[in-house]
């Protein structure tokens, strides 16, 4: 049973950072596209981040453009996204997301979804 773990998540003031991190427990990542999501309070689920199989591929949503970056170490069989200068608006439940038989960015019908893990940013 394929099962996406994220961590990293938590409480940090305006202008930090945190690193979430995805992994898959039994899974090998590694053929496959692996997306960022996350969804605030009242809002719907929006498309963060994307990393290709290859990794060649990667996209970001334009407010996390320059602050936020995707990454994945297949040794470890790990995705990560590294959040800087965060805003108070990047709060939310971060989801990690993959859609099977699927390499490319976007996704487009993610089949598989984390549990997600919180972030916070507030002083």
């Known amino acids: 049973q394929l099962q996406l773990v994220e961590s990293g998540g938590g409480l940090v003031q305006p202008g930090g950072s945190l690193r979430l991190s995805c992994t898959a427990p039994?899974?090998?990542?590694?053929?496959?596209?692996i997306g960022w999501f996350r969804q605030a309070p009242g809002k719907e689920r929006e498309a963060v981040s994307c990393?290709?199989?290859?990794?060649?591929?990667?996209n970001y949503a334009d407010s996390v453009k320059g602050r936020f970056t995707i990454s994945r170490d297949n040794a470890k069989n790990t995705v990560y996204l590294q959040m800087n200068s965060l805003k108070p608006e990047d709060a939310g439940i971060y989801y990690c997301?993959?859609?099977?038989?699927?390499?490319?960015?976007?996704?487009?019908?993610?089949?598989?979804w984390g549990q997600g893990t919180q972030v916070t940013v507030s002083s």
């Open positions: 039994g899974f090998t990542l590694d053929s496959n596209s």
């Open positions: 997301a993959l859609e099977t038989m699927w390499r490319l960015c976007p996704l487009k019908k993610p089949n598989y």
């Open positions: 990393i290709s199989a290859s990794g060649g591929m990667i």
